[in-house]
């Protein structure tokens, strides 16, 4: 069961990133013109002031940079206790997500973790929530097992 | 720049006041604004006919739940003031962006005397429930905060709870070392009689009291109180008619160079903290080591760490074995710190409890808690995150 949520209010601007889970991909603002990704999402590039921008799909692969596991009751309808984190999408370090950590128990949630992106389906919203690497996705079976 | 350009050196504090401070009170918001703002126009030899200018933080519609306070035109009103020159506001260096502002009004002559208040009822409006989230009950979110409601992150207690987690992570601070932070202040505040948590509390009682976003337990998060906070901003020349020493401001920090942002700010172990303080340091010839006593917001300990490390009295990271054990930051110790018990133990007056703090030391008004030794230079710091304003106060001669 999942908990409430408030839902972020879509816009002409956040849209894209709001909704582009629908499609399994994560997506950040990016420069037409020199590639850099722009979270949250603005009307020009701060990099070289290009205002040729667009949304730009990213593997969706980010490192832990930080975390806390809440244990207070802030609000009606959620379970305690759950984990809010900020990654860092590998694809470039000077933007942030704040997200929930999940699929693994909390106690053992580590600053610098490899993490992957998974969508959570509040149509029309899909949230960017982010779960440990599976362990078959980054390293061969080391056992023998097929 | 020359000193005697310094926007700070036209203006003093000359009068402070403070109304009853409590939980739920049941008072209004305008009743102890007034109570506060008579008191502080009183001290600082004036009548309510001298008032010309009024500033306050953030104004009303500022927030709810008790947060904002009246707005100016309400206090206006209920006191009859005429002004030359007014303003309220959330943006801006935090809490004590109002007294800046009055600093900058008197200094160019828009205004000579200026009424600077905060009033909080947030402990009312809290009732008999637990402190409730930002965002919560919402239908939806917009604006920069969709970025992390959304997610559960609810208060800025699990915000900064992260900046924390990357601080200890970065330097190996622990638990133990924060707690020195409160457990300091609860000694202060034992000495305050308007502070609203006076009973002893051991580093024991504060690591095990329960957790509410780790790294933070109970006792690192402020106490929502009822009170206002009276300042009164004057043109210096009238430092000398002041009946009560006048506080003279040696330097304000007003920067943010970083991203204004709670998760995008280039270091999360630093915060705003490191512009402002930057910046009042740029704007006087004083040092860290020239300062007798610190008044550092703490909203949560966490950020009185991140002050200590901003303003220079310990190296960047050096924050837990700086106030380890806590005698350094003790009222006798070498840097005597949040001297009437902070927000932690006094109560959340929201910054300008700091400020009127430190007028008292400065004074020597600061009765069983005054610290010996006549301070003379005082660092006062309001807020956290994204959101952070300084200055240095000194005793006028």
């Known amino acids: 069961m999942s908990d409430f949520r408030v839902l972020p209010r879509i816009d002409e601007d956040n849209e894209f990133f709001w909704t582009s889970g629908r499609e399994g991909v994560l997506r950040f603002l990016g420069c037409d013109h020199c590639g850099y990704l722009i979270h949250p999402p603005g009307p020009v590039c701060p990099k070289c002031w290009s205002r040729q921008v667009s949304p730009q799909p990213v593997s969706g692969r980010a490192t832990l940079y930080s975390f806390t596991i809440n244990h207070q009751n802030w609000a009606p309808g959620t379970e305690e206790p759950y984990v809010i984190g900020i990654v860092v999408p590998v694809e470039q370090d000077d933007i942030r997500l704040t997200t929930n950590v999940i699929g693994i128990d909390p106690g053992a949630v580590e600053i610098g973790m490899e993490l992957e992106v998974v969508f959570e389906d509040r149509d029309p919203v899909f949230l960017p929530l982010f779960r440990p690497v599976a362990a078959s996705a980054t390293a061969a079976p080391r056992d023998g097992t097929p | ?397």
């Not at chain 2, 006041?17 to 506060?36: F, H, M, P, W």
């Not at chain 2, 828009?110 to 905060?118: I, M, T």
């Not at chain 2, 930002?134 to 970025?147: N, Y």
């Not at chain 2, 840097?335 to 009437?340: D, F, R, V």
């Open chain 2, 1 to 397: 720049m020359s000193r005697a350009e310094l926007l700070e050196h036209r203006a003093v504090i000359s009068g402070i006041g403070q109304s009853q401070v409590g939980r739920r009170l049941n008072r209004s918001g305008i009743d102890l604004t007034v109570e506060a703002a008579l008191e502080a126009i009183s001290d600082a030899g004036l009548e309510v006919a001298d008032i010309d200018g009024i500033a306050t933080y953030p104004g009303a519609g500022g927030g709810p739940g008790g947060f904002a306070g009246p707005g100016t035109p309400e206090v206006q009103d209920a006191m009859r003031l005429r002004l030359n020159w007014h303003t309220g506001g959330i943006e801006g260096p935090a809490q004590m962006a109002a007294v800046i502002n009055a600093a900058m009004a008197v200094a160019t002559g828009l205004a000579r005397h200026v009424l600077c208040y905060r009033t909080v009822t947030e402990a009312t409006a809290q009732g008999g429930g637990g402190r409730g989230g930002i965002g919560a009950g919402v239908p939806q979110m917009g604006g920069t905060l969709q970025w992390s409601i959304p997610f559960k992150a609810y208060s800025a207690a699990c915000w900064l709870a992260m900046n924390a987690q990357r601080h200890f992570h970065e330097f190996g601070t622990t638990r133990e070392q924060l707690g020195a932070i409160p457990v300091n202040q609860r000694a202060n505040a034992a000495l305050n009689p308007k502070a609203v948590y006076r009973d002893p509390m051991s580093l024991e009682d504060y690591l095990s009291a329960r957790i509410i976003t780790t790294p933070f337990g109970l006792y690192d998060c402020d106490a929502p109180v009822d009170g206002s906070t009276a300042v009164i901003v004057s043109s210096a020349d009238y430092a000398p008619d002041a009946p009560r020493p006048a506080t003279r401001f040696e330097a304000v920090g007003t920067a943010l160079r970083g991203r204004p942002s709670w998760d995008q700010f280039d270091d999360l172990t630093t915060m705003s903290a490191r512009d402002a303080a930057a910046s009042m340091w740029e704007r006087t010839d004083l040092t860290p080591a020239d300062v007798d006593i610190a008044e550092l917001y703490d909203g949560f300990s966490f950020l009185t760490l991140c002050w200590l490390e901003a303003l220079g009295f310990c190296g960047r990271g050096e924050g837990g074995p700086f106030v380890e054990g806590g005698r350094r930051i003790a009222l006798d110790g070498a840097l005597p710190l949040n001297t009437h018990g902070g927000q932690l133990s006094a109560g959340r007056l929201h910054g300008f409890g700091h400020i009127h703090e430190a007028v008292l030391q400065l004074r020597g008004d600061a009765g069983a808690r005054q610290v010996t030794g006549e301070p003379e230079l005082a660092a006062v710091a309001n807020g956290g995150g994204p959101i952070a304003g300084c200055m240095l106060l000194s005793r006028w001669r």
